[in-house]
């Protein structure tokens, strides 16, 4: 096994069309990494450079101490496990595990004991003399990880490799997936568009938009401190809300911010941890609030009372939440580019979302059951205001640190 490190890669395409851009980024021996962005951002060019099958316009790739850009693919001594398993139909399921090492001429019992244990390991023991096309998708896809397993490789590299199977056996293979990768403890590279699956396997998750890396880091992290808009609008479901808001220099009476014509003190908590926000007084800033530090005033008032009006215009009952949306009285809608990207992806899995940044005039909060919030019927709406996210209107990178 080995890590893996990219120093400043990136591919440009013969035709012209750069996919990928000055990515660096180094992955530890036995990690998993996911890398997780929109359709056509370039995570599956990343993963092809890694995998050899694409050349690398600049910058480096190491897999252990080996610098690889040269290195064909069959000699970079990692398994690649696609979207569409790739399984040879006329081959029994055996054989299709075995056909790298047969390839390899790894000898006869050698290569039955390592196929049986993969077998074994997956649940496949009982289908090895089956053909693929006898078998479920779910099978399908284990056999294409037990000939990535049997070769016993450096590196896994895994594209998608869940998006054609159907949301109940995705979930069950996306927790045999984790499961096994644990197990192995060999370094994987994940490539997926799905949030949900990079937040429940990466060890980190590496955010990629049109090409570029936007920030890496264990999954918690990047809910809890997004590095700016695009991240902190594509992960979470239903995405954060973004308001325009003012804050302001109270001196002793410490910082007020001034949102949706409410105008709250900022906790000194939250300002002494983003000492970025002094450079900000008395200018328009974006303020994120993600769906559940919102509340229903009525049945729980907020700890420093801080609230805002807002009328429901829809009420979705989900059992365990109460997903509602409320319009709010703002100066006027946010507006980023970062939010006609994330837009175009809510199209694909979160597209019983309201995308971030459709309508910024509308946001989602996430109530408790017991609320009796109702379509029309204007209401208070508590904030927790310690876990507020900031953002710089014009870079839309997030205000934190000391500028
Ligand atoms: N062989 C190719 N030639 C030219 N452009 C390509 C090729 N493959 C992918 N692209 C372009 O590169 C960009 C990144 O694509 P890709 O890596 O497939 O993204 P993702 O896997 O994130 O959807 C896209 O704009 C895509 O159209
Ligand atoms: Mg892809």
């Not at 244990?117 to 037990?146: E, H």
């Not at 019927?377 to 500028?403: C, N, W, Y």
Request: proline fraction near 6%.
């Amino acid at each position: 096994m080995a890590g893996i490190v990219l120093s400043g890669v990136g591919k440009v395409y013969d035709d012209g069309t750069r996919a990928v851009t000055d990515l660096s980024m180094s992955i530890d021996d036995g990690e998993f990494v996911v890398f997780v962005g929109p359709s056509g951002c370039g995570k599956t060019t990343a993963l092809r450079m890694i995998a050899g099958l694409e050349s690398i316009t600049e910058g480096e790739i190491r897999i252990g101490s080996r610098i690889v850009n040269n290195v064909p693919a069959r000699d970079r001594d990692v398994a690649m496990v696609f979207q569409s398993y790739a399984l040879y139909p006329h081959l029994s399921v055996r054989d299709n595990i075995g056909f790298g090492l047969a390839l390899r001429k790894v000898p006869k019992d050698e290569l039955t004991r390592k196929v049986e244990a993969a077998a074994a390991m997956l649940g496949l023991s009982d289908y090895l003399d089956r053909k693929p096309r006898s078998l479920s998708g779910g099978q399908r896809q284990r056999v294409a990880m037990g000939r990535a397993i049997v070769r016993n490789p450096q590196a896994f590299l895994m594209d998608e490799p869940l998006s054609n199977l159907d949301a109940k056996l995705r979930v069950q293979m996306r927790a045999e997936i984790g499961r096994l990768q644990r197990d192995l403890a060999v370094t994987t590279v994940y490539v997926t568009h799905d949030q949900t699956e990079a937040m429940t396997l990466g060890h980190r998750v590496a955010v990629i938009k049109k090409g570029e890396l936007q920030q890496m880091a264990p999954p918690q992290e990047l809910y809890d401190r997004p590095t700016n808009l695009f991240v902190a609008g594509f992960i979470g479901s239903p995405a954060m809300n973004f308001l325009p808001a003012t804050v302001t220099n109270g001196g002793a009476d410490g910082y007020r911010l001034t949102i949706a014509s409410e105008e709250w003190r900022l906790p000194a908590s939250a300002v002494a941890a983003r000492p970025g926000l002094a450079a900000w007084a008395g200018q328009e800033l974006i303020v994120g609030i993600r769906p559940e530090d919102l509340g229903d005033a009525g049945m729980a008032p907020a700890a420093d009372g801080h609230t805002i009006s807002a009328t429901p215009d829809l009420v979705e009952p989900l059992g365990s939440d109460l997903m509602v949306y409320l319009a709010v009285d703002v100066p006027h809608r946010v507006e980023h580019e970062d939010f006609a990207e994330l837009a175009r992806d809510a199209g694909g899995d979160i597209g019983d979302d309201t995308p971030a940044g459709s309508d910024r005039s509308t946001i989602i909060a996430r109530f408790s059951p017991r609320s009796s919030a109702a379509v029309g019927v204007p209401m208070r709406v508590s904030v927790d205001t310690e876990h507020l996210h900031f953002f710089d209107p014009h870079s839309g990178a997030a205000i934190a640190g000391a500028v």
